[in-house]
């Protein structure tokens, strides 16, 4: 299907890919390229085919993934298939609220997007994540609202502060799990970033990165034995919406670790 090339240019900028270093990344992204060429020269059956095998080909960044989605949205809106692109905004609007569309597309596409759009600010959570340290079950504690139920895999990588590598672990999606780091337990400061990945392994959520880690632990410069747990600031109380109820859990964290779902969370690891 052709049409005229106005409307069809989205924002650029909304585009900008975020690489993740892998062979399966660099799949995607050379698929999601050749989406990002025929969609501004409105191919859409190109677009299409090529940004759901972006999709699939799977480690795509959060912003790589909201572009799939967001070129998916418009070319089903023209399609004629209202469900099928109500469900790609969807999508991509948990991913990154943020996300719009943008000025030069026609009215009559827009339906699909914002009935996405009142779907997902209808609901009261949003996708994040909540990490504290756990040092008597020694390890990280991870609460997960997924109210979307996006989240096939969690993907956790820690290390105990000034080691050098990171210890990978995977867990099913669960609203609160337990990441074993070993030494956690008795180590100062406890290193680690998180992943939240789809099927096929594209990043919904990152928190933190293998160069900017997140850090739990014992403030500097306080001596051994004295926690942040004795701290009243790095208390929280989480509210984890389950996949099926809800679970409240008290868990300490360290100030950067309460990740609201915000465009300058989820563009780019941070």
């Given at each position: 299907m052709r049409?005229?090339?106005?409307?069809?240019?989205?924002?650029?900028?909304?585009?900008?890919?975020?690489?993740?270093?892998?062979?399966?990344?660099?799949?995607?992204?050379?698929?999601?390229?050749?989406a990002?060429?025929?969609?501004?020269?409105?191919?859409?059956e190109?677009?299409?085919?090529k940004a759901?095998e972006?999709?699939?080909?799977?480690?795509?960044?959060?912003?790589?993934?909201?572009?799939?989605?967001?070129?998916?949205?418009?070319?089903?809106?023209?399609?004629?298939?209202?469900?099928?692109?109500r469900?790609?905004?969807?999508?991509?609007?948990?991913?990154?609220?943020?996300?719009?569309?943008?000025?030069?597309?026609?009215?009559?596409?827009?339906?699909?997007?914002?009935?996405a759009?009142?779907?997902?600010?209808?609901?009261?959570?949003?996708?994040?994540?909540?990490?504290?340290l756990?040092r008597?079950?020694?390890?990280?504690?991870i609460?997960?609202?997924?109210?979307?139920?996006?989240?096939?895999?969690v993907?956790?990588?820690?290390?105990?502060?000034?080691?050098?590598?990171?210890?990978?672990?995977?867990f099913?999606?669960?609203?609160?799990?337990?990441?074993?780091?070993?030494?956690?337990?008795?180590a100062?400061?406890?290193?680690?970033w998180?992943?939240?990945?789809?099927e096929?392994s594209?990043?919904?959520?990152?928190?933190?990165?293998?160069?900017?880690?997140?850090?739990v632990?014992?403030?500097?410069?306080?001596?051994?034995?004295?926690?942040l747990?004795?701290?009243?600031?790095f208390?929280?109380?989480i509210?984890?919406a389950?996949?099926?109820?809800?679970?409240?859990?008290?868990v300490?964290?360290?100030?950067?670790?309460?990740?609201?779902l915000?465009?300058s969370?989820?563009?780019?690891?941070?």
């Amino acid at each position: 299907m052709r049409a005229g090339k106005g409307w069809a240019f989205l924002m650029m900028g909304s585009c900008l890919l975020a690489i993740v270093p892998s062979k399966g990344n660099a799949q995607g992204r050379e698929a999601l390229e050749q989406a990002e060429r025929a969609f501004i020269d409105v191919d859409f059956e190109t677009a299409m085919n090529k940004a759901q095998e972006a999709l699939q080909k799977g480690w795509l960044s959060p912003a790589q993934l909201v572009r799939a989605y967001q070129i998916l949205g418009v070319c089903a809106t023209a399609f004629g298939q209202p469900t099928e692109a109500r469900d790609h905004f969807t999508r991509m609007l948990v991913i990154d609220p943020q996300s719009t569309l943008d000025d030069t597309v026609p009215p009559r596409l827009r339906a699909p997007f914002y009935e996405a759009k009142g779907v997902v600010e209808g609901r009261a959570e949003r996708l994040s994540a909540e990490v504290g340290l756990d040092r008597a079950q020694g390890g990280l504690r991870i609460a997960i609202v997924d109210p979307f139920q996006l989240v096939k895999k969690v993907r956790v990588h820690a290390r105990l502060e000034g080691a050098v590598e990171f210890e990978v672990s995977e867990f099913a999606p669960s609203p609160e799990l337990l990441a074993p780091v070993e030494g956690s337990a008795e180590a100062d400061r406890t290193e680690y970033w998180l992943e939240l990945l789809d099927e096929h392994s594209n990043q919904l959520l990152v928190l933190g990165s293998e160069f900017e880690p997140r850090v739990v632990g014992r403030l500097p410069g306080v001596e051994k034995g004295v926690d942040l747990a004795s701290e009243p600031l790095f208390w929280i109380v989480i509210g984890a919406a389950a996949l099926a109820g809800a679970v409240t859990t008290a868990v300490l964290v360290d100030q950067g670790s309460k990740i609201e779902l915000q465009t300058s969370a989820v563009f780019g690891v941070n």
